[in-house]
């Protein structure tokens, strides 16, 4: 009837309108997916060419630094031949100089003032030697008659030790003898002293 197909249609339209919303938001979510998954490729495509021309600038930096080697290499190789070549010139310079030294040498030695002036410095050289032979023998007798010194000032020393020492005795035994003597006067006048006193008392009993 008319009525229920006009329900049903509000009926559709409504789910229709429902449904809607949904529909949309899940197309937006998929246009953002896709939208970032565009850019991170172009920021992806932009990272790889920065990459792509560091390398190339590196490679060229290799390059350039290869040919600076190729360059140095060379150039070490051609200051040690000209090293090599200067010390054997020099080598055989020296050898010629020490040939022409050794020559001259050998005439220098047969002129008669070379050899009056060597036999002068051999003569020099042996009263050198005899001068510190004669010195070291000075040094010993020196040595030797120091000790003899020491020796005699010891014994004199020892010697007047002796005197003072013997004289020392001698003060004392006179001491002695002198107090001895002190002594036996003194006890003599006791006694002496004592018998004129029992001869006194004894007077006087009588």
């Known amino acids: 009837s008319p009525a229920i197909d006009k329900k049903a249609s509000w009926t559709i339209l409504d789910q229709s309108l429902f449904l809607r919303p949904t529909h949309l938001t899940g197309l937006d979510s998929v246009v953002a997916e896709r939208k970032a998954v565009e850019r991170q490729r172009y920021f992806s495509e932009e ?7 560091h390398c190339e600038d590196l ?3 290799i390059a350039a630094s290869h040919g600076e080697n190729v360059k140095l290499t060379q150039e070490v190789d051609a200051l040690q031949e ?3 070549t200067k010390v054997l010139g020099n080598r055989a310079y020296s050898e010629k100089m020490a040939a022409h030294r050794k020559r001259f040498e050998e005439a220098e030695s047969k002129f008669p003032f070379v050899v009056e002036l060597a036999r002068k410095r051999a003569a020099v050289q042996q009263l050198m030697e005899k001068k510190e032979e004669l010195l070291a023998s000075l040094r010993e007798g020196e040595e030797e008659a120091t000790v003899g010194q020491v020796k005699s000032s010891v014994l004199e ?11 020392r005795k001698r003060r004392r035994r006179k001491k002695r003898r002198t107090m001895e003597s002190l002594v036996l006067g003194w006890l003599f006048s006791c006694r002496r002293f004592i018998t004129q006193l029992g001869n006194i008392i004894s007077a006087k009993k009588e």
Do not use: N
Request: hydrophobic share 40%.
């Open 59 to 61: 490679e060229a930096q």
């Open 157 to 167: 020393g020892c010697g007047v030790f002796g005197e003072k020492k013997e004289e």
């Open 82 to 84: 000209d090293l090599e």
């Open 47 to 53: 990272a790889l060419a920065a990459a792509r021309g």
